[in-house]
Nanobody, 122 residues
Framework: DVQLVESGGGSVQTGESLRLSCAASGYTGSYCMGWYRQAPGKEREGVARMSPGGSVSFADSVKGRFTIPQDSAKNTLYLQMNSLEAEDSALYYC??????????????????WGQGTQVTVS
């Protein structure tokens, strides 16, 4: 089965940058992959995602600030976060495998999830 491991979380100041990594094992070439986050008291929400064909989408709240570079050779997806705000503080998850080729924001449609990495902005 596919395994996802996130890394790169930490505590930063407002306005600073941070890059998260999602290292995947197992074949994910045909999967939608993306980043999701969950803050205390809130539902898990989509941040950014990439379809197998390379199409990318971002949540309105992060457009212009976040990007999702990838390294296909390393089977790794990154979340580059710039101009971080306190509202970005959350547990960030990497996800893959939208069921039925789904590649949207519904978290229930994804089969594989990482353990999460904490991002705190203050």
């Amino acid at each position: 089965d596919v395994q996802l491991v996130e890394s790169g979380g930490g505590s930063v100041q407002t306005g600073e940058s941070l890059r998260l990594s999602c290292a995947a094992s197992g074949y994910t070439g045909s999967y939608c992959m993306g980043w999701y986050r969950q803050a205390p008291g809130k539902e898990r929400e989509g941040v950014a995602r990439m379809s197998p064909g390379g199409s990318v989408s971002f949540a309105d709240s992060v457009k212009g600030r976040f990007t999702i570079p990838q390294d296909s050779a390393k089977n790794t997806l990154y979340l580059q976060m710039n101009s971080l705000e306190a509202e970005d503080s959350a547990l960030y998850y990497c996800a893959a495998g939208g069921r039925g080729d789904y590649c949207g924001t519904d978290v229930s449609r994804f089969q594989y999830w990482g353990q999460g990495t904490q991002v705190t902005v203050s």
